[in-house]
């Protein structure tokens, strides 16, 4: 092994002693998933990003850090965000915990929404909350949905509002 594969076998072995992480999401057009994707470049860690419908295969005892995120529709986070959370509430209230969310609201709503979506006990411990803002991708809508969004937020073209500083303040203030 030449020094610098060395070296970096040796600092993803420290990572992954510092810090495994377990990133679980789920996302309905893709927004969530970016933002993980997103977190996961930013970490300085040893870090595995799910889809939550894969989340069953690994085991929260494996990793010292979780961090869970979904989407708003409709006022609501996805259901199995809100089951996940039921499930494995003793769990992760002994972990370090990032929760984050996408939404196209702002302001007091969008805190609303991020209190509504997530057990206040969970809330309480975690070290890293995020609202990364949202996207409009009328490509991925189907009809409902679309015309939902012309109705309702009175968009008629996709947009993306992700915001970058939260998810940068999010993985700084995980970390810290
Ligand atoms: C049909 C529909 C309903 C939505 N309802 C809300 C809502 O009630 N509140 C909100 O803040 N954002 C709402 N949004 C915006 C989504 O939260 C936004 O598109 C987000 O980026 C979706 O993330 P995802 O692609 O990871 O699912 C809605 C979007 C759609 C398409």
Redesign the pocket.
Known sequence: MDAAADNDHHISHIKGKQMPTLLV???????????ANKISDLMDADIQVVNIKESSKFKLSDFDTIILG???????V?KKVKKYCHEHLNELKSKRLGLF??????GE??EQ?FNNAFPDELIQHAAAKGLF?????FE??NF???A??RK??KIEKSISK?DEAAIEKFVIDLRS
């Open positions: 999401y789920t996302s309905r057009h893709g927004c969530a998933e970016k933002c979904g989407s708003i529709h409709a006022g609501q996805q969310l996408c939404c196209m609201e702002e709503k969008a929404q803002g949202g996207e409009f991708d991925k809508m409902i949905e679309r939902i969004t309702v937020a992700i």
